[in-house]
């Protein structure tokens, strides 16, 4: 059972017994351009690549964890999405207006800015990421909503965009098809260590197309990681088998990425009081909503659906592949909002564990 104080952190959108993202964001602030120089730009646009494969990596991640609650826990799905979606509308739609009262320069388009926010607001779960876990309990079903809008947010970064339902369902064919193409290698293919290249390579794949097409690797590597789950076989197994060995390593890099991409900017320090502010005026909202309409105790929802915001910075990183312009402020925001909410749960009284 989690206690109060486990169940107080997870509110705060920190894990217990997890190490912090913060540390590894706080890294890359010392050793990128505003620190010691040790990621110059140069190195950081040359790990743009690998940043791609990470985030597809993460969302096969949160698809094989995915798939037993859809198919098993309707409600709490239902909980989450409910209580994903009002922090996100919370946020975004308190964003849009203070944008549009205090007429902040922007560099891309305002609905691109608060419609990401949002999602990363929303988002909630790293703590299996950081275990290393690829159970069902691993991560939390917040996570779904979010991904779809961040991908939605990736159709409309330029003029020309091909539009937020074009974005999901481009991104969701490229999983299908990849996903498929890795089922039938996975199935077929005899040992070991013929089977973790031809797993790097699909992964690769995943990030790959998606970053060419220009849309959100997140949600093709959770479409493939759902069907790899779903299908006859052992593809998920061996998935995860591999995911073992060197996901922890790209979430990392996936940190100290956006600690080292931090730029504080008018924009970003009111995206990040917009972020905090609202983030927790809209999990409590939220939590609420969901608990009356689907009758999940308030309690249970603090405990499954809140965990912290890697998932949130990943979004971040997305938008920020796409449109740079729009996601350096948005990294900035969502990366320092994560510290200040460590910052919180560790100030938390330790009485409240007993």
């Given amino acids: 059972m989690i206690g109060p104080f486990a169940r107080r952190r997870l509110a705060l959108g920190v894990a217990p017994a997890v190490v912090p993202a913060g540390a590894w964001l706080l890294l890359g602030v010392a050793a990128g351009p505003s620190g010691l120089g040790a990621l110059t730009a140069d190195v950081l646009a040359h790990l743009d690549a690998v940043v791609t494969v990470a985030l597809g990596t993460l969302g ?4 094989l964890a995915l798939a037993p ?12 999405i409910v209580e994903s ?25 305002p609905a691109v800015i608060v419609l990401a926010l949002g999602a990363a607001a929303a988002a909630s779960s790293a703590g299996a990421a950081d275990e290393g876990r690829t159970d069902a309990s691993a991560v939390s079903v917040d996570d779904l909503l979010p ?37 039938l290698l996975f199935e077929r293919t005899g040992g070991d260590a013929e089977r973790g290249v031809f797993v790097i390579g699909v992964l690769s794949l995943i990030g790959g197309v998606a970053a060419y097409a220009n849309v959100s690797p997140l949600v093709a590597g959770l479409v493939s990681g759902l069907l790899w789950r779903r299908a006859p076989g052992n593809a998920d197994t061996i998935v995860a088998a591999d995911l073992r060995r060197f996901h922890h390593p790209l979430v990392v890099l996936l940190l100290v990425v956006a600690g080292a991409q931090m730029r504080l900017t008018p924009v970003a320090l009111f995206l990040l ?46 938008i920020q592949q796409v449109a740079p312009a729009d996601g350096t402020p948005l990294v900035t925001a969502v990366a320092a909002g994560t510290l200040l909410f460590e910052i919180l749960a560790l100030l938390l009284p330790r009485e409240a564990a007993a």
């Fill in 147 to 183: 991904i779809l809008l961040a991908a939605a947010a990736c159709g409309l970064t330029t003029p020309a965009g091909i539009g937020a339902a074009a974005a999901v369902g481009a991104a969701v064919a490229i999983g299908t098809v990849v996903g498929v193409v890795g089922w």
């Fill in 60 to 63: 096969v991640f949160v698809g």
């Fill in 85 to 109: 979606g009002a922090t996100a509308a919370i946020v975004a739609g308190a964003a849009t207006v203070l944008f549009r009262a205090w007429h902040l320069p922007l560099a891309g388009a």
């Fill in 69 to 80: 609650r859809v198919t098993g826990a309707w409600r709490l799905l239902t909980a989450a």
């Fill in 273 to 318: 009081a917009a972020f905090v502010v609202f983030r927790l005026a809209g999990k409590v909202i939220g939590g609420v909503l969901a608990s009356r309409l689907t009758r999940v105790p308030g309690d249970l929802l603090g405990a499954l659906l809140v965990s912290p915001g890697v998932i949130g910075i990943a979004i971040a990183l997305n």
